[in-house]
């Protein structure tokens, strides 16, 4: 584990055009965050970055007239197996926003939700067209999609982290990108006999575990997760899943046919789509129950 990446939360919001909307981000960042730039940290100049502190951290928010260098988002951007269009859509960006939180605060986590925050604010930018952090290059709803979990007191495990996945001869594997920033090792699953949309969920719910208990995996080490933790992480993988219609998490076995019979004879695949989607809000809404039971 490289440790000069621990706390280092810096990316880019990519634009099709040379431009910004200054007074928009102020405002997305007010209206959806609650976050106030202070009128002293503010100038006249369009162009001009913002420069401000947010709880003690340092925010660096700056256009760029110029494309990411080195092609180097491009090449990110071939990692997003769930966005088809992505590095087609990456190529056409002209300029870009770097967003970097920094400081030397020990809550990483807090740290990362500003920085969270910051970009999915960014990302609603009317020319915005993908979002470049953590080994990736997200599109832009799915990533303000994603940062929603931060309003119902959840991590953001699907801003933070990129869950890769890949297959071979033997079954399929999945990988993490970004465990790194918060201090921990990466993780991957090889081989598994299992389809896409389980293996994100048990990915998923370890990384989830891992963040929220800042707990340090060692050789050997078997993981127990509780009830609250897979409902958290495998609740919200099912409705992004269903919003953003990935397939690969909702896809329906012919088990699940014969179990839902009705669903699909009345409504089809929409509608077991859609089934799924509030599937994962109850499993969500259970998890955050719980978790503030435990706390109390």
């Not at 890769?164 to 033997?170: E, R, T």
Request: glycine share 8%.
């Amino acid at each position: 584990m490289n440790s000069d990446s621990i706390g280092k939360f810096c990316g880019s919001v990519l634009l099709s055009e040379d431009c910004w909307d200054k007074n928009k981000l102020i405002k997305d960042l007010r209206d959806e965050w609650n976050i106030e730039i202070p009128s002293e940290d503010l100038t006249d100049e369009a162009d001009d970055p913002i420069v401000t502190d947010i709880n003690g951290y340092r925010v660096v928010i700056s256009k760029f007239p110029a494309p990411v260098p080195n092609e180097e988002a491009e090449i990110n951007a071939s990692n997003n197996y769930m966005w088809r269009e992505a590095v087609e859509v990456t190529k056409s960006h002209k300029a870009h926003i770097v967003v970097a939180v920094l400081g030397d605060g020990e809550d990483i986590k807090e740290r990362g939700l500003i920085y969270t925050e910051i970009v999915s604010a960014c990302s609603m930018q009317e020319n915005a067209i993908g979002v470049f952090t953590s080994g990736v290059v997200f599109e832009p709803n799915y990533y303000i999609d994603s940062a929603q979990m931060i309003k119902e007191q959840t991590l953001p495990i699907f801003n933070w982290i990129w869950f890769g996945l890949y297959q071979i001869d033997k079954g399929i594997s999945a990988y993490t990108y970004g465990m790194d920033v918060f201090g921990k090792y990466e993780l991957e699953i090889i081989d598994a006999d299992e389809i896409p949309g389980k293996l994100m969920e048990f990915i998923s719910s370890i990384v989830s575990y891992i963040l929220l208990t800042d707990a340090d995996l060692q050789d050997g080490e078997t993981i127990g997760l509780s009830k609250k933790d897979k409902h958290i992480a495998g609740g919200l993988l099912f409705l992004i899943g269903a919003i953003r219609d990935w397939k690969w998490v909702y896809q329906a076995t012919g088990g699940d046919k014969a179990r839902h019979a009705f669903i699909f004879e009345v409504w089809g695949e929409k509608g077991y789509r859609v089934f799924i989607g509030i599937c994962g809000l109850i499993l969500a809404i259970c998890g955050v129950v719980l978790l503030m039971l435990d706390k109390r």
